[in-house]
Antibody, heavy 116, light 106 residues
Framework: EVQLQQSGAELVKPGASVKLSCKTS????????MSWLKQMPGQNIEWIGN????????GYNQKFKGKATLTVDKSSSTAYMDLSSLTSEDSAVYFC?????????WGQGTLVTVSS | EIVLTQSPTTMAASPGEKVTLTCRAS?????MHWYQQKSGASPKLWIY???NRASGVPNRFSGSGSGTSYSLTISSMETEDAATYYC?????????FGSGTKLEIK
């Protein structure tokens, strides 16, 4: 069974950075892309970017370049997303989702709250 | 960036009623995917490649469309279908989602 387990909720101060994780199981990590998505409260879903589990190759939504950095650790089948210089506009639920074009498997989401 | 416009924004349907949700793209796309999201949960892939039901999706759901106009249809509304539905494309980078249709039960 494919599973994506995301790290817990984060409360961070403005200007800080945070690193979210997405630990996978049930499939061959290096054979698939992992995408990251953002959903602000009551709003639609935005695609941040994706990363290939095999070689760490990335693709980003231009809107999130400089804000998000995607990495993987093949040894632990885990994907990571660093978010930098956080502002209130970064307060949202962040999802990891397997694949590149459509998403049949999702993590449970990580709530990031940016507040002083 | 391709903008996906969903209509209606919100609607309510009675049990047994036929429901059609639409998604219009600002430029032509090759296919459309649809997701169902209930409050506090992750989205679920519902329809992929325009017209294919994802695993476990009841056959009262169907998808159709081409070019810039796509739709998701429920042949007979059931209580469990109340949710927000999003369309999504990746014919053009960046991948984008529509703003969603919130479907409620009357």
């Amino acid at each position: 069974e494919v599973q994506l387990q995301q790290s817990g909720a984060e409360l961070v101060k403005p200007g800080a950075s945070v690193k979210l994780s997405c630990k996978t199981s049930g499939y061959t990590f290096s054979n698939y892309y992992m995408s990251w998505l953002k959903q602000m409260p009551g709003q639609n879903i935005e695609w941040i970017g994706n990363i290939y589990g095999g070689n760490g190759g990335t693709g980003y939504n231009q809107k999130f370049k400089g804000k998000a950095t995607l990495t993987v650790d093949k040894s632990s089948s885990t994907a990571y997303m660093d978010l930098s210089s956080l502002t209130s506009e970064d307060s949202a639920v962040y999802f990891c989702a397997r694949d590149r074009t459509e998403f049949a498997y999702w993590g449970q989401g990580t709530l990031v709250t940016v507040s002083s | 960036e391709i903008v996906l416009t969903q209509s209606p924004t919100t609607m309510a349907a009675s049990p047994g009623e036929k429901v059609t949700l639409t998604c219009r793209a600002s430029s032509s796309v090759s296919y459309m995917h649809w997701y169902q999201q209930k409050s506090g949960a992750s989205p679920k892939l519902w329809i992929y490649d325009t017209s294919n039901r994802a695993s476990g999706v009841p056959n009262r759901f169907s998808g159709s469309g081409s070019g810039t106009s796509y739709s998701l249809t429920i042949s007979s509304m059931e209580t469990e279908d109340a949710a927000t539905y999003y369309c999504q494309q990746w014919s053009s980078n960046p991948l984008t989602f529509g703003s969603g249709t919130k479907l409620e039960i009357k």
